[in-house]
């Protein structure tokens, strides 16, 4: 399992859905869709309809992942921080029950109120 306590900050890229790992489909489950895909430099977080999934590729061959799911059941506050004028950075925090803060940090451009929208939707429905 990833370290969410001593990983002060994932700093993520997002991408197309279309580009995140196909294994990522193995996990869904009926009715659960990606609504956002994001990448580290071997790393991927997807977040669903459902829950997070970060998958944290190990060793020097990078065959090795760790699978971690988040359920939204389990969150319970979060915020998000859009980019501004200097800081083109924007960035989540959530709070979950037995993990405590996790914070994303989300580099280049990337539309943040209606990403915070469909995740609310979703953790508050």
């Not at 996990?27 to 997807?46: A, N, P, S, Y």
């Not at 829950?51 to 359920?71: E, F």
């Not at 914070?103 to 990403?115: A, W």
Request: proline fraction near 2%; charge should be negative; glycine fraction near 8%.
């Amino acid at each position: 399992m990833i370290d969410f306590k001593n990983s002060s900050v994932f700093k993520l890229k997002p991408i197309d859905n279309e580009d995140a790992r196909e294994d990522f489909q193995k996990f869904l489950i009926d009715g659960e869709q990606m609504i956002g895909t994001f990448k580290t430099i071997r790393d991927q977080l997807v977040f669903t309809n459902k829950r997070i999934i970060a998958a944290n590729v190990q060793g020097i061959t990078g065959s090795k992942v760790d699978y971690t799911s988040l359920p939204y059941s389990k969150i319970q506050a979060f915020s998000v921080e859009t980019s501004g004028t200097l800081d083109l950075d924007c960035e989540i925090e959530i709070y979950m029950s037995g993990i405590g803060q996790i914070r994303f940090e989300i580099k280049g451009s990337f539309d943040l109120l209606t990403f915070n929208r469909e995740i609310s939707q979703q953790i508050l429905g």
